[in-house]
């Protein structure tokens, strides 16, 4: 269980990559937050918007969207 804010600047024109549990967020330049509990994992944006992976799946969450997760065995 845990939280985190991550702020990435525009410079990183080919994104960042953040590996939470079974999520990965793809991220390029946007503030975004990922938080965790049991089982349980959100993502939500600041500003811009981020991808995220989940078990071969593909969303976009933008700014002022918060986006929730289950996962069952992580």
Same mark, same amino acid.
Request: hydrophobic fraction near 35%; avoid cysteine.
């Given at each position: /269980? @845990?939280?985190a804010v !991550?702020a990435i &600047?525009? /410079?990183?024109?080919? @994104? +960042? $990559?953040?590996?939470v &549990?079974?999520?990965?967020v793809i991220d390029? @330049?946007?503030v !975004?937050?990922v938080?965790?509990g049991? @089982? +349980? %994992?959100r993502?939500s *944006?600041? /500003?811009?918007? *981020?991808?995220?992976? +989940?078990? $071969? $799946?593909? %969303?976009? *969450?933008?700014? &002022?969207q918060?986006a929730? !997760?289950?996962? /069952? &065995?992580r």
């Open positions: /269980e @845990g939280e !991550f &600047g525009p /410079e990183h024109t080919n @994104g +960042i $990559q953040v590996s &549990g079974p999520l990965v390029r @330049g946007t !975004f937050n938080s965790t049991p @089982g +349980i %994992y993502v *944006v600041a /500003e811009g918007a *981020v991808d995220v992976m +989940i078990e $071969q $799946q593909r %969303y976009e *969450v933008r700014a &002022g918060l929730t !997760f289950e996962s /069952e &065995g």
